[in-house]
């Protein structure tokens, strides 16, 4: 019985006693290694939530209060939100500043929330602030312009036709604003038929030269006839992409063949054969294959004043409001429509 028993004064002893310690030590250093760097783990992510998550508006309403930071900064960081398309911090920014009352002059502020109001779509609101900027600053044409496409949005074009007198006194271009409110305001009548739209809008294409697309893209979709007679070819480059999806039905072939532009176009199309080479990259490439292979083209645009690209044709620049300065960018790519064509009739 004794021989299981060890003395405390056996030498035994003392090497079992030392390493359960040791055991001890080490198990606890281990558990308060992993414990320490879970913790500096959850306080890193902690800190850097804090960048993540933006300051609650009562949080924004004591920092702005307490004058820590300057109105110089609290300005930088709106416009910093406005840029990274957060408006709702940045209107509180400019809502906060404009409550606690201003050093500089308001009517900035005012502009910088009115402008940040028209961005995030609260039309409204915008007209409400640029009225008032221009109660007491009449002479304020960034927010006259500004009051012009909020009413453009608004579709209320009478309102923004309204605006172009003021901005006409102080001495502002404003013919191509005035062209695309009333060719705007043209194709919103119910109360005209799309025979007499068409003739007023070319009566508006031939006074200003401009919106070409705007007017040929609402010809060719209702009266074709029309705008083959009145079709300017020089204008050709203009509507590449109108004209590439012209229905095959509605092409006038006298017309085509007398232009050399619409003779490569719609031979690389593939239903003419009048070209056999084009000064245009993806025309050329296109005449050369000779439909053998299932390629098309696809367009993006363009804005001409900005360089901001965009997947869908415009007539207002959404970056910087120009009027008419979308031009078409043609890029080769897969044909996903013959695809299907020929998925579907190979079915029959
Ligand atoms: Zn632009």
């Known amino acids: 019985m004794n021989t299981f028993f060890i003395e405390y004064r056996d030498p035994l002893f003392s090497v079992i006693i030392f390493f359960v310690l040791v055991f001890v030590i080490a198990f606890f250093s281990y558990w308060f290694g992993r414990y320490k760097k879970k913790e500096d783990s959850r306080y890193l992510d ?34 910093s939100y406005f840029k990274n398309g957060d408006y709702e911090k940045s209107i509180e920014i400019y809502n906060e500043l404009l409550a606690v009352g201003m050093k500089s002059n308001p009517r900035d502020t005012m502009f910088l929330l009115g402008r940040t109001y028209f961005k995030a779509g609260f039309l409204e609101r915008a007209r409400k602030i640029f009225l008032e900027i221009l109660k007491t600053n009449p002479r304020t044409p960034q927010a006259l312009n500004y009051l012009l496409l909020v009413y453009e949005y608004m ?98 072939l006298d017309i085509i063949s007398q232009n050399g532009y619409l003779r490569e176009l719609f031979t690389a199309r593939g239903d003419l054969k009048l070209a056999t080479k084009s000064s245009v990259f993806e025309f050329d490439i296109l005449i050369k294959l000779e439909g053998k292979s299932n390629a098309t083209l696809a367009f993006e645009y363009i804005c001409d004043s900005c360089k901001q690209t965009y997947p869908f044709i415009f007539h207002r620049c959404s970056s910087c409001h120009s009027i008419d300065t979308a031009r078409a960018e043609l890029n080769l790519t897969k044909d996903y429509y013959r695809n299907t064509v020929e998925e579907n009739n190979s079915f029959q």
């Open 155 to 252: 579709r209320d074009y009478e309102s923004a036709l309204e605006v172009l007198e003021p901005l006409d006194a102080l001495q502002k271009e404003t013919a191509n604003d005035a062209a695309y409110l009333h060719s705007l305001m043209l194709l919103n009548d119910v109360n005209k038929s799309s025979q007499e739209k068409g003739e007023a809008l070319l009566e508006i294409h031939k006074k200003t030269n401009i919106l070409t697309y705007l007017v040929f893209e609402y010809l060719f979709r209702t009266n074709p006839k029309l705008a083959w007679r009145h079709f300017d070819g020089s204008q050709s480059e203009k509507l590449v992409d109108l004209l590439w999806q012209l229905d095959a039905k509605i092409l006038d």
């Open 46 to 79: 902690k800190f850097l939530q804090g960048f993540g998550s933006l300051p609650s508006h009562h949080e924004l309403k004591v920092l702005i209060t307490s004058g820590e930071l300057s109105e110089k900064s609290w300005l930088l960081l709106a416009q």
